[in-house]
T-cell receptor, first 116, second 115 residues
């Protein structure tokens, strides 16, 4: 099956610093990648959708200047949390899809971010 | 209105019991896709099944089976002879127009299987 990796799996940082999370599709080319945020015991909340080579589409209420997304290649997307604050602490998960509409999204293992 | 409803927040069963996780969806489209994912305590979402709206055939994969009923807008998931390793949160999701690319998730059902 399709494999998506995410790095790092855990990150602890000080308030005010920026954190970059990488999402890679290991065995397929991902035309579209998605970034989600999940709070404890809650469902996934879509933050943004990114297509290779184009600007990401952010969901309502998600600050694009706060959460920078880059999808530079068909196998890599990055999410940078800029000037992180304690309220940004969360579980961030990426997913990737190879094909067209309705295709399965394959998820990465997630990144737990703790901002002190 | 909630588009994917998983009314069961938490289910507890004893090993070897059968358990059904309910999923009811809402859409105006005739073409849509339904998914089930498993999220174990490690956090990674594991893909279980994808079904398009034109395929109402039920599916069985080992101890897992899915019952898709368009008449009741339901896509229920049954685990037969549950095992401790089945303990996880299970999410049902819907993909619909426009684009069919984004997923609308239900709130998830936490399944606890005790020995």
């Amino acid at each position: 099956g399709a494999v998506v990796s995410q790095h790092p799996s855990w990150v602890i940082c000080k308030s005010g610093t920026s954190v970059k999370i990488e999402c890679r599709s290991l065995d397929f080319q991902a035309t579209t990648m998605f970034w989600y945020r999940q709070f404890p015991k809650q469902s996934l909340m879509l933050m943004a959708t990114s297509n290779e080579g184009s600007k990401a589409t952010y969901e309502q209420g998600v600050e694009k200047d706060k959460f920078l997304i880059n999808h530079a290649s068909l196998t890599l997307s990055t999410l940078t949390v800029t000037s992180a604050h304690p309220e940004d602490s969360s579980f961030y998960i990426c997913s990737a899809t190879a094909g067209g509409p309705g295709e399965t999204q394959y998820f990465g293992p997630g990144t737990r971010l703790l901002v002190l | 209105a909630q588009k994917v409803t998983q009314a069961q927040t938490e289910i507890s069963v004893v090993e070897k019991e059968d358990v059904t996780l309910d999923c009811v969806y809402e859409t105006r489209d005739t073409t849509y896709y339904l998914f089930w994912y498993k999220q174990p305590p490690s956090g990674e979402l594991v893909f279980l099944i994808r079904r398009n709206s034109f395929d109402e055939q039920n599916e069985i994969s080992g101890r897992y089976s899915w019952n898709f009923q368009k008449s009741t807008s339901s896509f229920n998931f049954t685990i037969t002879a549950s095992q401790v390793v089945d303990s996880a949160v299970y999410f049902c999701a819907l993909s619909e127009a426009p684009g069919y690319s984004t997923l609308t998730f239900g709130k998830g059902t936490m399944l606890l299987v005790s020995p």
